[in-house]
């Protein structure tokens, strides 16, 4: 039997970040400090804005698999 992968979620769009560039710029990302805990990730919140960034879409025009755009505007 081979050895089991590492599974990680395939990367989506061009705009998304690689893990070392998550790394450098994890720690300039806030983390919030009160209120209901987050339901998406930080770092999925910011791949939404570069991909508005590089797109040029507006933000109701986001695809549907992120998240809603009230959330990352």
């Known amino acids: 039997m081979g050895s089991r992968k590492q599974r990680r979620k395939p990367k989506l769009y061009p ?9 450098l710029i994890a720690p300039m990302v ?4 009160a209120g209901r805990p987050p339901i998406h990730s930080r770092r999925r919140i910011v ?12 933000w109701r025009q986001l ?11």
């Open 30 to 33: 806030p983390v919030p400090s």
């Open 63 to 73: 695809p549907h698999d992120f998240p809603k755009w009230e959330t990352v505007y």
């Open 47 to 58: 791949d939404v804005i570069l991909y508005v960034n590089r797109t040029g879409c507006s």
């Open 15 to 23: 705009s998304d970040l690689t893990d070392a560039q998550w790394e």
